[in-house]
C-alpha cells in the first residue's frame, strides 16, 4: 500500500467515524471508521520507516578526478 492509499483510509475513516450518521443493521459505521483510521495510520507509519530506512543506508559513489591538462 502507497502512502496515498493510507492517507485515503485516514480520511475515508474518519469520514465514517464523525462526519456521518447513518445506522445499518448489524454495522456500526463508527467503529468501521475508526479502524479504517487505525490502519491507515499504521500504514503511513510503516511506510516512514521504510522510507527512513532506505535513506539510511548509504551509497557508494565513486569519483574519479582527471588532473591532468587536456590540451587540444
Same mark, same amino acid.
Given at each position: 500500500?502507497?502512502?496515498?492509499?493510507?492517507?485515503?483510509?485516514?480520511? #475515508?475513516?474518519?469520514?465514517?467515524?464523525?462526519?456521518?450518521?447513518?445506522?445499518?443493521?448489524?454495522?456500526?459505521?463508527?467503529?468501521?471508521?475508526?479502524?479504517?483510521?487505525?490502519?491507515? #495510520?499504521?500504514? %503511513?507509519?510503516?511506510?516512514?520507516?521504510?522510507?527512513?530506512?532506505?535513506?539510511?543506508?548509504?551509497?557508494?559513489?565513486? %569519483?574519479?578526478?582527471?588532473?591532468?591538462?587536456?590540451?587540444?
Amino acid at each position: 500500500m502507497s502512502l496515498g492509499g493510507c492517507i485515503i483510509l485516514v480520511a #475515508l475513516g474518519a469520514i465514517l467515524a464523525f462526519a456521518t450518521d447513518w445506522h445499518m443493521k448489524g454495522v456500526d459505521l463508527h467503529l468501521v471508521g475508526w479502524i479504517l483510521m487505525i490502519v491507515g #495510520l499504521i500504514g %503511513v507509519f510503516v511506510f516512514r520507516s521504510i522510507g527512513r530506512r532506505r535513506g539510511l543506508t548509504p551509497t557508494q559513489t565513486t %569519483v574519479i578526478e582527471d588532473d591532468r591538462d587536456r590540451r587540444l
